[in-house]
């Protein structure tokens, strides 16, 4: 009782307590490596026949920069412009040829589909080129563009996508931010190794902000859309997604973004324009006014992504407890609850988390000690003692972090708190 009466009065002094958080992890956390150092942004990349394939926006480089790996993580060699006649020189003036998308066809060939600066209107349209090597020389195909719809702005950031069915869509935007409208990520089914459009289009998510970089992933229960959101030449660019079981919609965007400069402790300034391949997930961050190529592993937790080394909470409140209680109306706390009481030597708090590959991460526990000194809380990791996890004296209500390594086994593992030195309560979980 009397640690509950301190409580309250701490709890006065502190609504407008802030969540401390460390500028590092500890030394758990494996964060994206980064495979090409220098400008490659807004990657497509591909796996055929034990060659990795990556294109990239216009550069010094060329038109469609072209790279390949052995592996996704490397080492990469850039080989040139896949595209060095530019885009087609019946709509197209070359300097502005983003976003490349390059698909293998059944039939042997590639299909490039680009953004490039439709010489009429001065906008930026999609256009289509072909080619029997991944390398090139991609050449373009037909006079017009394939989209182009100018009262919207024109359009940018095609990808192709290909259902479990066999049916071929080609998801792209609307350049609405260019004109000051809201933009619209748009799904068009296409045909003809995607060089002609069938039917109309639908439209999947809508933004008055950002919203470009689609990129469409299909899981055993949910399609998944990746999209960039934020201004892509600082560390406020992001990658968000969007669920939904059925193309035609609703589709939901998450709750927290995929991958953020914070969530991955800065060190990845504005990871964004993200593309899933297999069980990687390629995408550019910004350094020195140049967007460089990186890759981390992705896995899927109910078919939900979960990218390592990006943060991902777990609120202790939702976990399995034991002898000890939730305690809502925490002042400052992540939604306001928080995991009290573990006051007993059966006690214990315990959250599910998913490990994308196994191996080393960093967890960290959002905590408040209104202690004497410093507490403690034991750790148990999958049923066997990992040590415990210190909390220096914060006051209640006044939230902070101490981090911790743990080695996690590929999949879901259980995370266990359990009674320690003195007495703190437990806010969150996190993940990296």
Known sequence: MTRRLLAALVAALSLTSLLSVP??????????????GEDFPDPDVF???????????????????V??????????????DAMPGGPSAAWAQPGRTW??????????????????????????????????SPLGPFQPVGTTPLICPLDQGGAIDPNTFVANDGTRYLIWKNDGNAIGQ??????????????????????????????????????????????SGGGYTDCNYLTSYATSTSLSGPWT????????????????????????????????????NQRHLYVADIGWANDYPVVRGSRVRYEAERGTLNHCSVRANAAGASDGKVVAYIDYADSWVENTV????????TLHVGYANGSA????????????????????????????????????????????LTKGDLYTEVDYLELQ
């Not at 796996?47 to 920069?65: C, F, H, I, K, L």
């Not at 790279?67 to 040139?80: K, V, Y």
């Not at 324009?273 to 910004?286: P, S, T, Y």
């Open 67 to 80: 790279a390949t790996a052995p592996s996704a993580n490397g080492p990469w060699t850039i080989r040139g």
């Open 373 to 416: 000194s410093t507490a403690s809380h034991g750790l148990v990791v999958n049923g066997n003692n990992a040590g415990s996890v210190s909390y220096p004296v914060t006051g209640w209500d006044n939230w902070h972090e101490s981090s911790v390594s743990v080695t996690l086994n590929a999949g879901w593992n259980t995370i266990r």
């Open 99 to 132: 976003a490349p998308d390059v698909y293998p066809n059944p039939d042997g060939t590639y299909t490039l589909t680009y953004t490039a600066w439709h010489k009429a209107s001065g906008h930026q349209c999609i256009g289509v080129a072909t080619a029997t």
């Open 47 to 65: 796996q055929q026949n034990g060659t990795w394939y990556a294109y990239s926006t216009n550069n010094g480089r060329g038109t469609v920069p």
């Open 253 to 288: 965007t998450a709750y927290r973004p995929l991958m953020t400069t914070a969530t991955f402790d800065n060190a990845v300034c504005g990871p964004g324009g993200a593309d899933v391949v297999e069980n990687k997930i390629f995408l550019h961050g910004w350094v020195g």
């Open 182 to 227: 809201p933009s619209t990520l748009w799904l068009t089914r296409t045909a003809d190794n995607g060089r002609t459009l069938v039917g109309g289009n639908t439209a999947m998510l809508t933004s008055s902000g950002v919203i470009e970089a689609p990129d469409l992933v299909q899981r055993g229960s949910q399609y998944v859309l990746f999209f």
């Open 354 to 361: 998913f490990a994308p590959v196994a191996g080393s991460y």
């Open 23 to 36: 500028a590092h992890a500890a030394g758990g956390a494996v964060f994206p490596s980064e495979i090409v």
